[in-house]
């Protein structure tokens, strides 16, 4: 039997819904059971010439949708568009400001173990599950702001797609479940005990919870990722060690997914814990 960790549920827009909840295909589709694949998720193995041979589009096309130079490498979990953007894909940005106790805890009173003078509101651009890019925010701490941003540069590079960010009433209006967005700081205890966690300290990122949830025993968090739990999958937004991963690990995060005691696939934080 599943211990939820929260009774929170989520309804996305609908031209989302199937792109979060739907695990059985590697690739996404527009609305209607026979329309054609939209995107693709890249596996183990794949190459864009064989990409576009498998969706009967040329190469050349491939490459022009997704803005790929010729020396640019496919990466596993990025995701490639397989129908012409409205527009060119712009370059990937960011920029930091500063946060106030109240922006950071909701209250400016709260006892936190950080001060709200050393953590940073660092916005990343990124692309969404349909290969769209938003501008998100992640509060981190300011020791981590370099490596923060070398990291969601790398996934923004290997196309690697994150289903909401905040704000989200700006890129997922009418979001509910909080429990679904990328995020770094919030001050709160690890599950079940009151021990600060990584991410009350500004030092952790989870990563698309649903689609990476975290495995303890009969635990799973967040509700609802049980379609996510085998990691031979490769679905829109799933993080593997041969894949997005090392977007972090590159810049000095461990990753939770190769914990022994428990696995923790959104999870990455400089401290191996």
């Known amino acids: 039997m599943i211990v939820w960790k ?4 989520v309804v996305p827009p609908l031209a989302l819904v199937a792109l979060a909840v739907a695990p059985s295909l590697p690739v996404t589709r527009s609305a209607g059971a026979d329309a054609a694949p939209v995107t693709h998720v890249i596996r183990p193995g794949d190459t864009l010439s064989a990409i576009a041979y498998r969706y009967g589009i040329g ?6 949708w997704n803005t790929l130079a010729d020396a ?6 990025g995701l490639l568009r397989l129908t012409p953007p409205a527009g060119t894909l712009p370059p990937w940005r960011s920029r930091v400001e500063t946060v106030t ?19 940073r509101r660092i916005w990343v651009r990124y692309l969404d599950f349909t290969g769209v890019p938003h501008d998100g925010t992640i509060i981190m701490h300011r020791d981590l702001v370099t490596a923060t941003r070398k990291s969601f540069a790398a996934l923004y590079r290997l196309r690697f797609p994150i289903l909401v960010m905040q704000p989200a009433s700006v890129n997922m209006p009418g979001l509910t479940d909080k429990s679904i967005l990328t ?11 009151t021990r ?3 991410h009350s300290y500004g030092r952790a990122i989870d990563v698309n919870p649903r689609q990476n949830p975290m495995i303890r025993g009969d635990y799973l968090d967040p ?19 041969d894949g997005a991963v090392a ?9 939770g997914g190769r914990w022994k005691t428990l696995k923790d696939y959104m999870h990455f934080s400089p401290n191996d814990l």
Request: net charge negative; with cysteine.
């Open 183 to 193: 995020s770094g700081y919030e001050c709160r205890y690890v599950a079940g005990t």
């Open 196 to 198: 600060w966690s990584q």
């Open 247 to 255: 977007a972090f690990t590159d810049n000095g995060f461990y990753w």
């Open 6 to 9: 929260s009774l929170l549920r």
């Open 59 to 64: 190469t050349a096309d491939l490459r022009k």
């Open 72 to 77: 640019d490498l496919i990466s596993v979990d």
């Open 101 to 119: 106790a109240e922006e950071a805890n909701g209250n400016p009173t709260r006892k936190c173990p950080v001060p709200a003078g050393d953590l």
């Open 223 to 241: 509700p609802r990722s049980e379609p996510w739990i085998p990691r031979d999958q490769y679905l829109p937004g799933m993080l593997h060690g």
